[in-house]
């Protein structure tokens, strides 16, 4: 594989591939030093139009601890900002020896263009294309899901997982209605009407219209965020009607499975979407998915970058090993 633009990308064995080789990665947490010389000499570039924290860092953190050199490039401040194209910023970016583009867009489709056109000889990584996908982000969920629910092997066989908000405009729904499905994953989808997307009957999951319904059937919960931003129209009445119709707080918490554990992707929307308590308690997994992130990005880039083209580093000897 040379791109990871869709979660759609990965077959079964893949997706299991790369949660195996994050969590080997998972180790370098506990060193004093937590670099890797894996990909000294290759040069990533994270290619960012729209603004992201957790996204960015967390990719930025992945590459340095495989000792590639990072450039960062907003939009903001750069030729973007003056009307330079995205062609015209690809071919500066293979000019100047870009090994992978991490790029993040508010257009649909942009990924899929930039690795597709021609104009970059490097590997391309989707980190969100405007409501469309987020690869790495469905990745680092499922391998949260399976640390936590599933002993930390294999595939999610037999997981029942509730993705709860904002489906219209949620590219982190699609991709993890995609990857989850391919691990094996049961897959229920929860929101208003108006907030699922056109065709969402054709997605390999359910869909539902009352949380309550779902609450006692699943392992895994995902909040998602109402995504204000990108909304030009009315999609329900209130926020406090929303919150109290799909927002998940103490009392619905204690209807879950005891094992069950709850996700969002961040950022949160604390009263609304997930309450404080929620947040907060033991149930919740928001942290370890920050932390899952560098670690599956770091497998995202060794597995696309570590041993390809003409300066192959031979990464075999620098690969932590399993406990």
């Known amino acids: 594989m040379r791109h990871l633009l869709s979660a759609a990308d990965l077959g ?39 603004d992201s924290t957790r996204t960015r860092i967390s990719f930025e953190l992945a590459a340095k601890r495989l000792s590639a050199d990072v450039i960062n490039f ?40 930039l690795a597709h056109a021609g104009w970059i000889s490097g590997s391309v990584i989707n980190a969100g294309d405007g409501t469309h996908e987020h690869p790495t982000q469905a990745l680092l969920d499922a391998y949260t899901m399976r640390k936590a629910l599933c002993g930390g092997k294999g595939d999610l066989a037999g997981l029942r997982v509730a993705i709860v908000g904002d489906i219209l405009h949620s590219r982190v729904a699609r991709s993890n209605v995609l990857l989850l499905r391919t691990l094996g994953a049961d897959v229920t989808l929860v929101a208003p009407p108006t907030l699922l997307p056109h065709g969402v009957q054709a997605w390999p999951c359910r869909t539902s219209m009352h949380l309550d319904d779902v609450l006692g059937e699943v392992d895994a919960i995902m909040m998602l965020r109402v995504q204000s931003e990108r909304m030009q129209d009315s999609y329900f009445p209130t926020a406090h009607e929303y919150s109290q119709r799909y927002g998940l707080d103490a009392s619905r918490l204690a209807r879950l499975a005891d094992r069950a554990i709850v996700l969002h992707p961040g950022p949160m929307n604390r009263g609304m979407e997930i309450s404080a308590v929620v947040a907060d308690s033991g149930r919740a997994v928001m942290v370890d998915q920050v932390t899952n992130g560098v670690i599956v990005r770091m497998a995202v880039l060794y597995l696309l970058l570590g041993a390809r083209g003409p300066r192959d ?10 406990a």
């Open 313 to 322: 580093v031979r990464p075999d000897a620098d690969m932590p090993v399993s």
């Open 12 to 50: 079964h064995d893949e997706a299991v591939m790369v949660m195996d080789t994050a969590s080997q990665f998972g180790s370098i947490a506990d060193r004093t030093v937590k670099k890797l010389p894996t990909l000294r000499g290759r040069t990533v570039v994270n290619l960012f139009y729209e």
């Open 74 to 113: 907003a939009a903001k401040g750069s030729s973007v900002a003056k009307g330079e194209s995205l062609k015209d910023t690809a071919l500066t970016l293979e000019a100047m020896g870009a090994d992978a583009v991490v790029i993040r867009h508010g257009s649909s489709g942009a990924p899929h263009r």
